[in-house]
């Protein structure tokens, strides 16, 4: 199922969160103060009960979807650095294999790191440009199959073939495993209720000061700003290679390096 937020800016969303709080606090002070001179304490009591209790459950909120976003980014993680670890392995297993499938194999792996890499810095908005790197990555998958199998049809000794051919399995799985984790995103209804949730909350936060007479305090707009910002945060990990908050890369490219350097 398509994702809508996803395809909009992290900055677009915090602006529109914003300003639809700073809106839910002025429209709910106004009803609060058109009623609060017939309100008495036990009420006044009562709302702000109910206000602590929905700040409480908006900081559950937060604090679960924070916790599912920097899982998956952890996750996104740790798949480069695996998939940049099975890439060189295999490589240098390719040592133990017969002329002159070793040297063809060499070359197919050499230009698969680069496309790794490549795909790797690439924005995940480029879906075209990164579909190609897909399919080009794939079709590579193709080929170092076949001179796995060419190389056992030689030498069908498990210390030769055999030890390459689970290496080159490795690293495929390697390469579906990082692309379920770029896919895995906190859920949207999730982030849906969170954002209802604070806008909720702050209405609630503007008819209690209504209620009460007087506007929200300023310790009030610095705590919804903090709010926005670790909303923000959150977005921003959801979404590698689009936002402030970028997965590193080192391990695929240090790797591209040493094996250019080889070569």
Known sequence: ?????????????????????????????????????DVNDSIKSQI???????????????????????QRYDSRSVA????????????????????????????????YIELRASAGLESLDQVAVRNDLLRQSQALHNLLWQ???LAAAQDPGPVSS???????????????????????????VVLF??????????????????????????ATYVLVLLIVLLVFIIIDLDRPRRGLIEIPQDSILELQKQLSTGN
């Open 193 to 218: 209720l969170l954002l209802g949730t604070l806008v909720l909350t702050g209405s609630l936060v503007g008819y209690a000061s209504g209620v009460a007479g007087q506007r929200a305090s300023f």
């Open 147 to 149: 001179q796995a199998m």
């Open 80 to 111: 480069v650095i695996d998939e940049a670890n099975s890439i060189g392995t295999t490589y240098l297993r390719t040592e133990l294999l017969p002329e002159p499938i070793r040297i063809k194999t060499k070359e197919l792996l050499f230009r």
């Open 162 to 188: 055999g030890l390459f051919i689970q290496s080159l399995n490795e690293m495929i799985d390697a390469f579906s495993t990082r692309q379920a984790a770029l896919d895995r995103h906190v859920p949207e």
């Open 48 to 70: 702000n009960t109910i206000q602590a209790s929905l700040l409480g459950v908006l900081a559950l909120l937060l604090g679960f979807t924070f916790s599912l976003a920097l």
């Open 1 to 37: 199922m398509k994702e809508v937020m996803y395809d909009i800016n992290s900055p677009l969303i915090v602006g529109i969160l914003s300003v639809l709080l700073l809106l839910a606090i002025e429209v709910g002070f106004r009803l609060g103060l058109r009623i609060n001179h």
